[in-house]
């Protein structure tokens, strides 16, 4: 479960479901030794993902399978992704009671942030203090919108200087996105090693999970081009076109 980091009336930073840290690996899959319980759950997020998308290229579309991944991207605070797949999970079953209900917990969830966003926007015309801001860049972050998150706590530091409550949220922030592209690079170099081994199926696996760690960045479509590549029809076609189409929804 990543935990995301809020700001709260006293200026106290509390765990509030931040995008945390997926684990960074030694080697793809890797967990260093003693690692805390938060980096095994993420780890452990991070494989299940991959065995979902490696079901789904393999298979092609069902409902239940996108449901699994949709709850794997709430529980891991990526609210937008999970109702991408809940979406997908309810076209393919409309009837299905269990997945609409689902759809509208990420839907209900959604909702809750926007409307806090907007609170938090409003105390930061009137106050005279950076707490808001904190919000609302935490917010911002948590929904997948990391340059928005920034660029407010930026916009905080230009309004108030150097304020101590803003700083370790910037570094925090900072420390997430190198932390996931650490991951990311890891398990590429492990797609790498395996399509030279002609292990296909491993290296889709891995392909999953970085997926899932950059919730669909573009970038991540040469990977699975690239392993497409090495054995055409390897990945089912409108698996294929499912993942083209989550990069297109990626924020930043």
């Not at 479901?17 to 003693?34: E, I, L, M, T």
């Not at 054995?231 to 294929?240: A, D, F, G, N, V």
Request: proline letters at 5%; charged letters at 25%.
């Amino acid at each position: 479960m990543r935990l995301f980091l809020i700001f709260l009336v006293g200026c106290s930073l509390s765990a509030f479901a931040w995008h945390g840290d997926h684990g960074k690996p030694k080697a793809a899959g890797d967990a260093p030794q003693g690692a805390p319980q938060d980096y095994m759950m993420a780890a452990q997020a991070r494989e299940a993902a991959g065995e979902i998308y490696f079901k789904l290229m393999k298979e092609g579309p069902a409902a239940e399978q996108y449901a699994a991944l949709a709850e794997i991207f709430f529980d891991d605070s990526q609210p937008l992704p999970a109702r991408f797949y809940y979406e997908l999970a309810v076209a393919k079953d409309p009837e299905n009671k269990a997945l609409q209900e689902g759809l509208k917990k990420i839907e209900d969830r959604l909702t809750y942030l926007d409307q806090r966003f907007k609170h938090f926007t409003e105390r930061s015309k009137n106050e005279k203090k950076p707490n808001a801001y904190g919000s609302m860049a935490a917010i911002k972050f948590h929904m997948g919108y990391r340059r928005e998150g920034v660029e407010i706590l930026q916009t905080a530091i230009n309004n108030f200087g150097e304020d101590p409550r803003i700083a370790p949220l910037i570094r925090t922030f900072q420390t997430q996105v190198a932390n996931d592209r650490a991951i990311i690079l890891a398990l590429n170099e492990g797609v790498q090693k395996s399509i030279e081994n002609g292990d296909v199926d491993a290296a889709l696996k891995l392909v999953g999970q970085m997926i899932f760690v950059s919730s669909g960045h573009p970038d991540i479509m040469a990977v699975v081009q690239s392993v497409e590549k090495t054995k055409p029809q390897s990945i089912h076609p409108e698996t294929l076109a499912l993942i083209e189409e989550f990069s297109k929804q990626h924020v930043n």
